[in-house]
């Protein structure tokens, strides 16, 4: 079992910056792939980043490219999402997942093991 912990998220001014983690435990974090993913009232969990075991190879959804980073520590078990130039339609409920059976994707149905989300709101 994989037991994800999402932190960081709280209320932002448009054009600010946010870190979010994900602490992982149980099943040995430096295996897997790892994805972030967000979901905003009324509409569907959507992809937002991810990366391989390693964090040698990313991908990002086009919304947020050349803003988001993600990226990995795996001696503290802790992937991170780095927000910057955040704006109102980056407000959602963020969630981590985990995968164990290849690489990063920017599917939802991929990930078998998901965080109980943290919440950014970005004011106007």
């Known amino acids: 079992q994989v037991q994800l912990v999402e932190s960081g998220g709280r209320l932002v001014q448009a054009g600010g910056s946010l870190r979010l983690s994900c602490a992982a435990s149980?099943?040995?974090?430096?295996?897997?792939?790892m994805g972030w993913f967000r979901q905003a009232p009324g509409k569907e969990r959507e992809f937002v980043a991810a990366?391989?075991?390693?964090?040698?190879?990313?991908m990002y959804a086009d919304s947020v490219k050349g803003r988001f980073t993600v990226s990995r520590d795996n001696a503290k078990n802790t992937v991170y999402l780095q927000m910057n130039s955040l704006k109102p339609e980056d407000t959602a409920v963020y969630y981590c997942?985990?995968?164990?059976?290849?690489?990063?994707?920017?599917?939802?149905?991929?990930?078998?093991?998901w965080g109980q989300g943290t919440q950014v709101t970005v004011a106007s």
């Open positions: 997942a985990a995968r164990y059976d290849g690489g990063s994707s920017n599917r939802r149905n991929d990930y078998s093991y």
């Open positions: 149980g099943r040995s974090f430096s295996r897997s792939a």
């Open positions: 990366l391989t075991w390693d964090g040698s190879s990313t």
